[in-house]
């Protein structure tokens, strides 16, 4: 049994996978549906096929991407949706680059010099981070994302409100 195969069988089961039953998963955020996993197994016969689904509700558009599985999929679909919201306040954008770099609060906090609970109060909007901290987040963000440090603090600042 392939992890293709593991993967559809954790979530949809043994009779499922030997039906080769499609599947089609929608998922929520703040009850509106952001997005959905569609599963069908490949037209050659040997594989299922995971297609995470964004909904750009703003733009009137949607994206989606194949995966290997589920989780993958999911996943996908969730930093998507993050990526579109990143606008939406700093706290936001900071929960969108934590899970682009795919990095712990804890680890930003130490790269950044500062405490954990710094990273948590901007991430709960309590306040915003002073300039040097603003400029070292966007060079730490900026140097793994390789997107121009000047572009991204524009990008960063249309997030402040």
Known sequence: ?????RSYIKHFGREANTARKP?????????KNIGQVETMWSPLGQFWIFTGRIFNTEMGTSHKLDHD??????????SRHLEYRRHESFA???EYMLSDMAISKT??????????????????GEYLPDV???????RFYSAWSLVDINTLLVDMSESIV
Do not use: C
């Open 107 to 124: 680890h930003l906090a130490h790269h950044l010099k500062v405490s954990r609970q710094t990273i948590h109060d901007w991430l709960n």
């Open 92 to 94: 936001v954008y900071l």
């Open 1 to 5: 049994m392939t992890t293709n195969e």
């Open 23 to 31: 599947q089609l998963d929608k998922i929520f955020h703040e009850d």
């Open 69 to 78: 599985n589920f989780e993958d999929a999911y996943q996908w679909v969730q």
């Open 132 to 138: 040097p901290n603003f400029i070292n987040l966007a």
